[in-house]
């Protein structure tokens, strides 16, 4: 009687693990979601042209970053012994005056709305005969006010090449000696 009751336990434990592991139906496939999309229409940002770039005065922090540069600039000029005997009579209303007339001239030339009423570089500069040392101390001391006030390098570069141009005019290469 034992060992049919163990045959019979057996089949069962059997029957119950065949049903268990192999009777399972396969899952359901769920039919395919298809997206619907409808036409909105024309998308009207795709004919839009991207934004124009900004100038160099927006990305220099316009006029009244330039100001404070500008007062910087004049005060490394003023402490730079190569190029203070330039400035030695520009004082009070004077200095104000100039500072005012040369922010107005950087940001005109950086594409700022500016009115610069003053002469041009090479008209203010003649006869004044600036050396190439009193030209690249002026360069050191406005690269200096830049860096003091966090003008990106980009902008210090574009600033310094639109500036370069007008080298000749206010700085121009002595005569080559025969």
Not at 13 to 28: N, R
Not at 75 to 96: E, H, I, Q, S
Not at 143 to 159: R, Y
Request: with cysteine; charged share 35%.
């Amino acid at each position: 009687m034992r060992h049919r009751l163990f045959i019979l336990f057996s089949l069962l434990a059997l029957t119950l693990t065949v049903w268990a592991c192999g009777a399972k139906k396969p899952p359901v496939k769920e039919p395919a979601i298809a997206e619907t999309v409808t036409d909105a229409g024309a998308d009207e940002d795709a004919d839009a042209e991207p934004p124009a770039p900004k100038s160099l005065y927006e990305r220099m922090g316009k006029r009244e970053a330039i100001a404070k540069v500008v007062d910087t600039f004049m005060k490394n000029m003023m402490a730079n012994k190569t190029v203070a005997k330039r400035f030695a009579k520009l004082k009070g209303p004077k200095l104000d005056a100039f500072k005012e007339s040369f922010t107005d001239f950087v940001c005109k030339e950086t594409g700022g709305d500016c009115e610069y009423k003053g002469k041009d570089m090479k008209e203010a500069h003649k006869g004044m005969k600036i050396t190439e040392a009193e030209w690249n101390a002026t360069v050191e001391a406005l690269g200096a006010a830049l860096e003091e006030h966090g003008v990106g390098k980009e902008e210090q570069a574009d600033l310094v090449a639109a500036l370069g141009k007008m080298r000749e005019d206010i700085a121009p290469a002595p005569p080559a000696k025969k």
